[in-house]
């Protein structure tokens, strides 16, 4: 089998996913070569789109920077175009210019098409309601890694004074008035729920205040964004923030945070592989949760502070890994979507390991097929974290022992997931033989001409056949 380093070159930005859509569904990895090389990082995943949303509360155009081709940014380009935004490549590299002065409309047969696709379009309700006074929101997508209700959205979006009707279609939404400024409490620390706040408070009347906030990074710089716009809001301690709201935002322009969600997914790929992978773009300071955990498992990292030249290095510095017992958090926790491609590096740790997954109550289902390639994983329902969670009453395996080193055979397996999709890829490079992959497109959700990267890394992979249309 051939490596196909050579063959697959990096696209520009384009807006649509015509050229990921004809690449093979599933992939062969063959397994035994430590991952060697350098990536490269662009906008993270789980701010680029709600950037893009807040483009929808400006009078005039935005400039989005650093968008990472990836189909969550074709699906809310798809979205935006159906309320009359215009969405084009900017004149920069990685550039997108996106325009709401004509939005007037919401093509309900256009919205819907986007069904079942991400969790994104829940987003539009505060910004759609701010400036059509409607707004209808199909089924939501995501991975599907626990039940993700949306009850703090809709208390929410009630508390400023929006109207909601679930119907068969999806949610229709409409404010009477203009939304005012109120006083919400989360349930828990939810970042698409403090996000649905953050973009309806900054035009509603008033002032509004959040409680029991989520701050993770990709919220501080949406706040970053909104703030550029025009927007009133403050952080304060303890999870608390205050939005003034004011009546008219202007466009931004603005450099999305690079990925610290994929920097991790690379970082856990060296240490499973034994490689060495340097990651251009990664930040220390949005990683330092992670980071110390990397080192505690007997990982290496060096990070390059220079300016134009800043990244982290990630290595398996040789000798065994350590085990270890972790809890994945709200920020400034373990964030949950690090936990699969660091369980895979886990299965390679001298002795036992223990993750408590706290934030999604399935989100070690992915762990049966590592089993099938010969580690050692056990579910437990039980919270064998230090700290209880939501999940400890409720009958979910949500907490997980890894004996290790095992020896990783190859296997046929199926991605139910983005990051778990990822993290097979790293469980197959560091397997004995050749697996097959099904259902890699899940993977271009979030990780950027992945196969890309992993080629010029040393992957020795081949597309299988049958495109996915
Ligand atoms: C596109 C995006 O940014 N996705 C991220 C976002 O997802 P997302 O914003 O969907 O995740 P949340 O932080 O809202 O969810 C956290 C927990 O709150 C619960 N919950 C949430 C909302 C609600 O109305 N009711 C409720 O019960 C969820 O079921 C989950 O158990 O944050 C997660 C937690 O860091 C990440 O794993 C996802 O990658
Ligand atoms: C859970 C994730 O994404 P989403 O919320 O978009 O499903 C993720 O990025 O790991």
């Given at each position: 089998?051939?490596?196909t380093?050579a063959t ?5 930005l384009?807006?649509?996913?015509s050229?990921?859509a004809?690449?093979p569904d599933?992939?062969?990895?063959t397994g ?10 662009r906008?993270a ?6 950037a893009?949303?807040?483009a ?11 968008v ?6 074709h699906?809310?380009?798809g979205?935006?175009?159906a ?7 900017g004149?920069v590299?990685?550039e ?12 309900h ?7 079942g696709?991400s969790?994104?379009?829940i ?5 759609l309601?701010h400036?059509?006074g409607?707004a ?17 959205h809709?208390d929410a979006?009630?508390a400023?004074g929006?109207?909601v009707?679930?119907r068969a279609?999806?949610l229709?939404l409409?404010?009477?008035q203009?939304l005012r400024g109120?006083?919400i ?8 729920s403090?996000e649905?706040?953050l973009?309806?408070?900054v035009l509603a ?5 959040l ?12 706040i970053a964004i909104?703030?550029?716009m ?7 301690d303890?999870r608390v ?5 004011v009546?008219?935002l202007e ?11 994929e920097a991790?997914s690379?970082a ?5 592989t034994?490689g060495d992978i ?6 220390q300071g949005s990683m330092?949760?992670f980071?110390?955990?990397?080192r505690?498992?007997g990982?290496?990292?060096e990070?390059?502070d220079?300016p134009?030249?800043a990244?982290?290095?990630?290595w ?6 350590k ?6 958090d ?12 660091l369980v ?22 992915f762990?049966n ?6 580690a050692?994983v056990?579910?437990y329902?039980e ?8 999940f ?6 949500h907490?997980a022992v890894i004996s ?5 055979h190859?296997?046929?397996?199926e ?8 993290s097979y890829?790293i469980?197959a ?8 992959v099904?259902?890699?497109s899940?993977i271009?959700?979030?990780?950027e001409d ?7 890394l ?10 996915v249309?």
């Open positions: 089998m051939n490596s380093s697959i070159l990096p696209r520009p384009a807006l649509d996913a050229a990921s004809l690449r599933r992939i062969h990895v035994g070569t430590p991952l060697t090389g350098e990536v490269t990082l906008g995943k789980n701010l680029v789109p709600k893009m949303v807040a929808l509360l400006g009078s005039g155009p935005s400039r989005l920077r650093n990472p081709q990836i189909s969550d940014v699906i809310v380009t979205l935006l175009e309320h009359g935004v215009t969405v084009r490549t004149e590299r990685d997108l210019v996106l325009d709401p002065t004509s939005v007037d409309k919401a093509d047969a256009e919205i819907a098409a986007h069904a696709e969790r994104i379009p987003l539009l309700c505060g910004p309601l400036r059509i409607h209808f929101i199909p089924d939501l997508g995501g991975c599907r890694i626990g039940d993700r209700p949306i009850d703090f809709l979006l009630r400023f929006a109207v009707d679930k279609d999806g229709h409409e404010a009477p203009r109120t006083k409490t989360l349930p828990y620390p939810s970042v698409g403090t649905q706040v973009l309806t408070a009347e008033g002032v509004t205040e409680r029991n906030a989520a701050t993770e990074p990709e919220i501080v710089d949406l909104l703030q550029k025009g927007a009133i809001i403050s952080v304060l303890n923030i205050h939005i003034t709201g009546d008219r466009g931004y322009t603005h450099r999305a945070l690079p990925d610290r969600l991790a690379w856990c790929a060296a240490l499973a034994g340097l990651v251009s773009g990664a930040q330092m949760t980071l110390n955990v990397f505690r498992v990982g290496a990292f990070v390059d220079t134009g030249a990244g982290i290095r990630f398996h510095p040789g000798g065994a890994l085990t270890l017992a972790l809890e994945t709200v920020h400034p926790g373990f964030q949950t979507d690090w936990q699969q491609p895979v590096a886990l299965t390679q740790a001298q002795g036992l390991s223990i993750v408590h997954e706290t934030v999604y109550e399935k989100r070690l289902g762990t097929a590592l089993v099938s390639m010969g050692q056990q579910l329902r919270c064998l974290g230090g700290t209880p969670c939501r400890g009453q409720r009958n979910f395996m907490s290790g080193p095992t020896k990783l190859a296997a046929e397996l991605i139910p997931d983005l990051r778990a999709g990822f890829l469980a490079l560091a397997a004995q033989g050749t697996s097959t099904h259902g890699i899940l271009n959700r979030g990780y992945f196969a890309f990267k992993l080629g010029a040393g992957a020795r992979f081949e597309f299988g056949e049958n495109a249309d």
